[in-house]
Nanobody, 123 residues
Framework: QVQLVESGGGLVQTGGSLRLSCAASGRTFTTYGMGWFRQAPGKEREFVVAINWSGRSTDYADSVKGRFTISRDNAKSTVYLQMNSLKPEDTAVYYC????????????????WGQGTQVTVSS
C-alpha cells in the first residue's frame, strides 16, 4: 500500500506559478513511477505528466509542455509539479498517482491515488 498526499494548490492569476507536492508513505517509493493527472468540472480525468522511478525519464501532455516540470526526490519520497505560465484552462483538481510500470499515461495503470488539490487560475 502507498498513501499519497498532495499539497500546494490554490488560486493564482493567469501567468502565475504554483508548485504542487505529493508526499508518499508506505512501500518503497522507488518502486513506483509517478504521475500527475487533473480533472476539471464535467470533464474526464486528464493525463498531465509522468516520471519514472529514477527521475531520468518523463512524459508530458502536449498541453503543458514547456510550462510544467515534474521532478522527484526519492530521499524525501516526494514528487513535485512546478507549474509556470498558468492559464485558466489549467483550472482543475490535480491528483498524483503511483504506478508499478514506467511512464503510463492512462489512469488504469495507476494503483494508488491521492485525494487531489484544487488549482484555480483566474483570468
Amino acid at each position: 500500500q502507498v498513501q499519497l498526499v498532495e499539497s500546494g494548490g490554490g488560486l493564482v492569476q493567469t501567468g502565475g506559478s504554483l508548485r504542487l507536492s505529493c508526499a508518499a508513505s508506505g512501500r518503497t517509493f522507488t518502486t513506483y513511477g509517478m504521475g500527475w493527472f487533473r480533472q476539471a468540472p464535467g470533464k474526464e480525468r486528464e493525463f498531465v505528466v509522468a516520471i519514472n522511478w529514477s527521475g531520468r525519464s518523463t512524459d508530458y501532455a502536449d498541453s503543458v509542455k514547456g510550462r510544467f516540470t515534474i521532478s522527484r526526490d526519492n530521499a524525501k519520497s516526494t514528487v513535485y509539479l512546478q507549474m509556470n505560465s498558468l492559464k485558466p484552462e489549467d483550472t482543475a483538481v490535480y491528483y498524483c498517482a503511483a504506478a508499478v510500470r514506467s511512464l503510463p499515461t492512462t489512469p488504469e495503470w495507476y494503483a494508488y491515488w491521492g485525494q487531489g488539490t484544487q488549482v484555480t487560475v483566474s483570468s
